[in-house]
């Protein structure tokens, strides 16, 4: 893991967020959606001041809100799964616009899009600032399984290579006037595929043996080891913290 690898949600930056060592910044959000999850449904005003909290860290790590609104767009699945929620869940119903609603649905629906907009908009943020092989070597240096944070690193570096394989592959079909255009070109596809799968296969294999010959015994050496002192853990825990005291707020008021 000691070659670089940037990502397309890394947004590169000098901001005290970005310093932060990357196994703070996994704890922090990890605890912060932990919190978020926690708060009852019923506190909307807990969730407004979740996304306050939100904004104050991406106005620290000088994330545009463009940026940040333009990559929660992963989310519009969810969105319209918790629209269908008022629609066919069951119980008291209440009336709206013409229609009727469930009453359970609509607070599951708020619960899902609240919640879920939260944990995406600190996913987005960590991503934001942290570059890919940072993430990496903090799943590490936070004891995650060491074979887990490897299956996740060898993903992450051939991932780029079978998706160039791919485009190689679709630019010589087009060179010979293959143009997919409906079932009958099913069988062509799918033998691409196969065809991608072999030379996938027969790289990782090459790719180990050369790994063995250089001595790789199934641990990946650790090139530079990040450590945290106590004012860093004290800055990147404070989002949790402030998150908790809305969240106890919540179940008291």
């Known amino acids: 893991m000691g070659a670089g690898h940037s990502h397309r949600l890394y947004r590169h930056g000098h901001s005290p967020v970005h310093a932060l060592p990357p196994h703070t910044k ?21 969730f407004a001041a979740y996304a306050v909290l939100l904004g104050a860290v991406a106005y620290a790590a000088r994330v545009p809100a463009g940026f940040l609104l333009k990559r929660l767009l992963i989310e519009v699945p969810f969105v319209a799964f918790a629209v ?40 987005v943020l960590l991503a ?26 060898f993903m992450v570096r051939y991932g780029d290579v079978i ?41 990782g294999e090459r790719v180990h043996l050369a790994m063995v010959s250089r001595g790789y015994t199934g641990v990946m050496p650790v090139i530079d080891e990040v450590a945290a002192s ?13 998150a908790l005291v809305v969240c106890l707020l919540g179940w008291t008021l």
């Open 84 to 123: 269908l929620l008022p629609f066919v869940a069951e119980g008291e119903r209440v009336d709206a616009l013409g229609l009727s609603l469930s009453v359970n649905g609509l607070w599951g629906a708020w619960n899902v899009l609240a919640k879920g907009t939260l944990g995406v908009a600190a996913s």
């Open 163 to 203: 998706t160039d394989e791919m485009r190689r592959m679709r630019i010589a079909r087009e060179s010979r006037g293959f143009e997919a255009r409906g079932i009958r070109h099913w069988g062509v596809l799918a033998k691409s595929a196969g065809a991608l799968f072999i030379r996938s296969y027969e790289r």
């Open 26 to 46: 996994l704890a922090a959000v990890l605890a912060f959606v932990i919190v978020v999850v926690s708060t009852p449904r019923e506190a909307m005003w807990a």
């Open 128 to 153: 934001a600032t942290t570059e890919l092989r940072e993430l990496l070597h903090g799943l590490q240096r936070l004891r995650l399984p060491p074979l887990l944070v490897q299956i996740a690193s």
């Open 230 to 242: 106590r004012a860093q853990w004290s800055y990147a825990l404070a989002l949790p913290c402030a």
